[in-house]
């Protein structure tokens, strides 16, 4: 009587330890928790709001201060406000356009955020320029202690001067013309200090340039008057960009 036939199973070894590590799932990079992924965009938003609010202010003060009149002033105040408001909104606007396809649109935008940011850049460089020279002028034109000294000295030689050479050019006039010059050199000199000490600001920055490049770079304070007049009318500016970084974010 024939036997059924059994099919053997096949006898699987146990997986080895190494061949355990390989199977397991890899793990997934640990992500940031919600809460922190949110906090940087917050941040970069409220910052992105706070410039736009300065810039709305300087701009709109800046405009209203080119009107010949109160009403022509007040419709500079509006130019320049609403131009700082279509430049911090409008490129989030025209990215999102992009993104949907609509790209003719966005470009559109684009080219009007062009144009606003230029007009609104132009006029933080005006209120810039305004203040900051206004302040330097203020601070130059004190008088000193040493300064009010070297122009009592040069009265003193000029009356001297005056009396000396009232009946003619000698020797003794020569010698109180020199006295003269010598003393108006002296408020030259004296004038100088003040308007380098009426922009600290610049004079360190010449200084620390020059400290730490060893002596190569010896910039002016016209170069760092320009950096610092950029800065300050461009980084009000730019709260449209922060807000577009902040929702890509």
């Given at each position: ?5 059994v099919a053997a ?205 060893r002596g190569v ?33």
């Amino acid at each position: 009587m024939p036997t059924d036939l059994v099919a053997a199973e096949p006898i699987v070894a146990p997986p080895q330890p190494a061949m355990v590590q390989a199977l397991e799932p890899i793990s997934k990079p640990s992500r940031p928790s919600p809460r922190r992924q949110l906090f940087a965009p917050v941040l970069l938003s409220i910052a992105a709001l706070a410039l736009a609010g300065v810039g709305i202010t300087m701009n709109g003060w800046f405009a209203r201060s080119l009107g010949s009149s109160d009403v022509a002033g007040w419709l500079f105040l509006a130019v320049g406000v609403a131009a700082d408001v279509v430049a911090l909104v409008m490129p989030a606007c025209a990215a999102g356009l992009w993104h949907a396809g609509h790209r003719a649109t966005a470009l559109v935008g684009w080219a009007v955020w062009v144009m606003t940011f230029v007009f609104a850049l132009t006029a933080g460089i005006g209120f810039a320029s305004t203040n900051i020279s206004d302040t330097t002028l203020a601070r130059g034109s004190r008088t000193t202690p040493a300064v009010a000294v070297a122009q009592a000295a040069l009265g003193d030689a000029m009356a001297a001067r005056d009396r000396e050479c009232k009946g003619g050019v000698g020797k003794f006039c020569r010698e109180r013309e020199a006295a003269v010059a010598e003393r108006r050199q002296a408020v030259d000199t004296a004038m100088h200090t003040v308007e380098q000490t009426a922009d600290p600001q610049t004079d360190a920055a010449i200084r620390v340039v020059a400290w730490v490049s060893r002596g190569v770079l010896q910039p002016t304070s016209n170069d760092f008057a320009m950096l610092r007049l950029v800065l300050l009318a461009l980084l009000p500016q730019i709260g449209g960009i922060l807000l577009l970084v902040g929702r890509r974010a």
